[in-house]
């Protein structure tokens, strides 16, 4: 296995057929965020088997937004997958703990943000994700909107990461 970190734009073509795996249209017609317009990852976390073929796949979004009106430096964390065939062997985690260390290589983010489904929170949760029991909100095309349509949950790198109030995202979510 190669974990390797790609720029955003030049590592999209890359995870396509990962997508295409876990998302087939009779799964993506069904998930929550179907119509939601999401932001572009930054950087790309991948984890390649031994053939190349990209197993793994987390995106990374750093986002000047707000918490109670403070300005805050977020390290979103979206577009996790596994290949369904590689699935309960430990490569969510890699994944995700590489994911982690790129955003605490970058001194300004502040906490990890990510949204999830219900049946993803203890997968999450047993990587030190913890639920965010404020509100959150997003743009999307027709205006700003509050963000209610999956779990938020933050990864604290110091205790000053929020567990309640409003975050404004300032921009598209992940
Ligand atoms: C969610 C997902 C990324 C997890 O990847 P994975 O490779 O199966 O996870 P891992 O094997 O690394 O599991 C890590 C830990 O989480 C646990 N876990 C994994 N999936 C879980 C689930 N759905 N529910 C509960 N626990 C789970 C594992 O048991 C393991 O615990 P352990 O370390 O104590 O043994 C993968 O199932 C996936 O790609 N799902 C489809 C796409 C998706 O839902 N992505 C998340 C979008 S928010």
């Given at each position: 296995?190669?974990?390797?970190v790609?720029?955003?734009?030049?590592?999209?073509?890359?995870?396509?057929?990962?997508?295409?795996?876990?998302y087939?249209?009779?799964?993506?017609?069904?998930?929550?965020w179907?119509?939601?317009v999401?932001?572009?990852?930054?950087?790309r976390?991948?984890?390649l088997?031994?053939?190349?073929?990209?197993?793994a796949?987390?995106g990374?979004?750093?986002?000047?937004?707000?918490?109670?009106?403070?300005p805050v430096?977020i390290g979103?964390?979206?577009?996790?997958?596994?290949?369904?065939?590689?699935?309960?062997?430990?490569l969510?985690r890699?994944?995700?703990?590489?994911a982690?260390e790129?955003l605490?290589?970058?001194p300004?983010?502040q906490?990890g943000?990510?949204?999830?489904?219900?049946?993803?929170?203890t997968f999450?949760k047993a990587?030190?994700?913890c639920r965010?029991?404020?509100?959150?909100?997003?743009?999307?095309?027709?205006g700003?909107l509050?963000y209610?349509?999956?779990?938020?949950?933050?990864l604290?790198f110091s205790?000053?990461?929020p567990?309640a109030?409003?975050?404004?995202?300032?921009?598209?979510?992940w």
């Open positions: 296995m190669l974990i390797e790609r720029e955003g734009p030049a590592s999209r073509p890359a995870v396509r057929p990962l997508f295409a795996q876990v087939p249209d009779a799964v993506l017609k069904n998930v929550p179907r119509n939601v999401s932001a572009p990852a930054d950087r976390v991948l984890v088997d031994d053939e190349g073929n990209v197993v796949a987390a990374l979004t750093i986002r000047a937004g707000a918490w109670n009106g403070v430096r979103g964390i979206g577009g996790v997958m596994v290949s369904p065939s590689r699935q309960r062997q430990g969510g890699t994944v995700m703990c590489a982690h790129n605490q290589s970058d300004c983010v906490f943000l990510l949204f999830c489904e219900p049946h993803n929170v999450y990587l030190g994700w965010f029991k404020g509100q959150v909100r997003v743009e999307q095309p027709a700003s509050l209610d349509i999956m779990q938020t949950m933050m604290p205790t000053e990461t567990r109030g409003c975050i404004d995202l300032r921009g598209l979510p």
